[in-house]
């Protein structure tokens, strides 16, 4: 029994098992800690309680940071603050993750006119709506045996757009393509969705 309850005490000496869930205030339980003031300033090992009064009287939490540490490294912060701004970060991350979606438009190099148009108009739309696009030139046959083809009309549509968007990978032979990526300028979303509220009113 006796060494069971030592190996509990070691256990509990260690921050206990990590917790998804952070420790604050009163659940911290160890009897003293490294703290960390406001402003990032390190205070020292000090008593938890002593750690607590000093988080009373400045209106904020004690938060355990590092669990791990010995002793635990503890911080005066206010916690409600910080876990709104870890959620606005993490939810502005997901959103920027979100914008990257790539769209793909595949041309002949000897496409017609009025073809180049409507694949133009998608290119355009794609880019405006702040995607990216991945252009492909499927040559076929003896086309194959001129490149310049391809890298010409990428090189057209590319100027075309250049308003909407940039070059973002140069024209690349890829076996019987050739590929090029355009990407949105940073204004170009913000813009379109401009116009479409005007074209609305």
């Known amino acids: 029994m006796g060494t069971r309850s ?4 070691r256990h509990l000496d260690q921050g206990g098992p990590i917790s998804s869930e952070t420790r604050i205030n009163e659940r911290i339980r160890v009897p003293e800690v490294r703290l960390v003031g406001p402003n990032g300033e390190q205070v020292g090992i000090v008593r938890i309680e002593d750690a607590l009064r000093l988080a009373q009287e400045a209106d904020l939490d004690l938060v355990e940071v590092a669990p791990q540490a010995r002793p635990p490294v503890a911080r005066l912060m206010d916690y409600g603050k910080f876990k709104y701004e870890s959620a606005q970060k993490a939810r502005e991350s997901r959103r920027n993750q979100q914008l990257t979606v790539i769209k793909e438009q595949k041309l002949r190099p000897k496409i017609d006119p009025h073809d180049y148009e409507t694949k133009k108009g998608h290119v355009s739309r794609f880019l405006a709506a702040g995607n990216k696009v991945k252009v492909t030139i499927m040559f076929r046959g003896r086309e194959q045996s001129r490149p310049e083809l ?3 009309l990428l090189q057209r549509l590319a100027d075309d757009v250049s308003e909407l968007g940039f070059i973002e990978s140069s024209p690349k032979q890829d076996g019987r393509n050739m590929i090029m990526v355009l990407a949105p300028h940073k204004k170009a979303k913000s813009k ?3 116009q479409a509220e005007k074209a609305e009113s």
């Open 6 to 9: 030592r190996q509990e005490e």
């Open 150 to 152: 391809g890298f010409r």
């Open 192 to 194: 379109a969705s401009k």
